[in-house]
T-cell receptor, first 111, second 116 residues
Framework: QKEVEQNSGPLSVPEGAIASLNCTYS??????FFWYRQYSGKSPEFIMF????GDKEDGRFTAQLNKASQYVSLLIRDSQPSDSATYLC???????????FGAGTRLAVHP | DGGITQSPKYLFRKEGQNVTLSCEQN?????MYWYRQDPGQGLRLIYY???????QKGDIAEGYSVSREKKESFPLTVTSAQKNPTAFYLC???????????????FGPGTRLTVL
C-alpha cells in the first residue's frame, strides 16, 4: 500500500463550483500535511498545511483533516480555469522534515 | 528577490556521462532537498541536507551524489551508475526542523534531464 494515495483524476468541475480533492494516508502517526499545486511542466507551489483535526481556511482554499479516518482534503471554492493544475498532497515523515508525496490529482476547471 | 534557482533548465546526457545539476537559494534556509519526479508519479526524495557539510540519503540515492559546502548551494551529480536518469529534478529548501516553524518546502523551477 502506498503511503499517500490520491485519485489521479482528472477531476472536472465547472467554473464557480467547489472542487474537492482527497488524499488518504497509511501511517496513523503522521502529524502534518501539506498541499501543493503544480502546473504542467512547472515546479510545485505551496498552498497550505494542516496539522489539527478539522478545517483550516486560507482564502478560497480550505484544508480538512480527519486523523481517525486518515484522510485529508482540499476544497477550492469558486473554482477558476486558472486553478486547473495537479494538486499534490504530502505528509511529513520523521524528524528531519522529510515529505512523502502522493502522485497528485489533476483538476480541470471548465468555463 | 529571494528564491531558489536551478540550472540548467534542460540537460541532455549521453550514456556513461556524469552530469551536475545546480541549486542555489538566497532564502537563508538551513535545509535543502533534491527530488525526482517521473510522469504520473509523486516526488521521490534523493538526498537532503539539514546543515552545511552534512547530508543524508533519501529513498532513491543510488546513482546520485551531492555536496553541501555552502549554505546557499546544494549541487546534485547524476552519475553513470544511475540506470534510468531521465526525469524532472526538483530542488527545495526549508527552515530547519528545529526552528519551530511550519517548515514548508519551497521548490526551484526544476531541471529536466534527458538521456540520449
Amino acid at each position: 500500500q502506498k503511503e499517500v494515495e490520491q485519485n489521479s483524476g482528472p477531476l472536472s468541475v465547472p467554473e464557480g463550483a467547489i472542487a474537492s480533492l482527497n488524499c488518504t494516508y497509511s501511517d496513523r502517526g503522521s502529524q502534518s500535511f501539506f498541499w501543493y499545486r503544480q502546473y504542467s511542466g512547472k515546479s510545485p507551489e505551496f498552498i497550505m498545511f494542516i496539522y489539527s483535526n478539522g478545517d483550516k481556511e486560507d482564502g478560497r482554499f480550505t484544508a480538512q483533516l480527519n486523523k481517525a479516518s486518515q484522510y485529508v482534503s482540499l476544497l477550492i471554492r469558486d473554482s477558476q480555469p486558472s486553478d486547473s493544475a495537479t494538486y499534490l498532497c504530502a505528509l511529513r515523515a520523521g524528524g528531519y522534515n522529510k515529505l512523502i508525496f502522493g502522485a497528485g490529482t489533476r483538476l480541470a476547471v471548465h468555463p | 528577490d529571494g528564491g531558489i534557482t536551478q540550472s540548467p533548465k534542460y540537460l541532455f546526457r549521453k550514456e556513461g556521462q556524469n552530469v551536475t545539476l545546480s541549486c542555489e537559494q538566497n532564502l537563508n534556509h538551513d535545509a535543502m532537498y533534491w527530488y525526482r519526479q517521473d510522469p504520473g508519479q509523486g516526488l521521490r526524495l534523493i538526498y537532503y541536507s539539514q546543515i552545511v557539510n552534512d547530508f543524508q540519503k533519501g529513498d532513491i540515492a543510488e546513482g546520485y551524489s551531492v555536496s553541501r559546502e555552502k549554505k546557499e548551494s546544494f549541487p546534485l551529480t547524476v552519475t553513470s551508475a544511475q540506470k534510468n536518469p531521465t526525469a524532472f529534478y526538483l530542488c527545495a529548501s526549508s527552515l530547519s526542523p528545529t526552528s519551530g516553524a511550519t517548515n514548508e518546502q519551497f521548490f526551484g523551477p526544476g531541471t529536466r534531464l534527458t538521456v540520449l
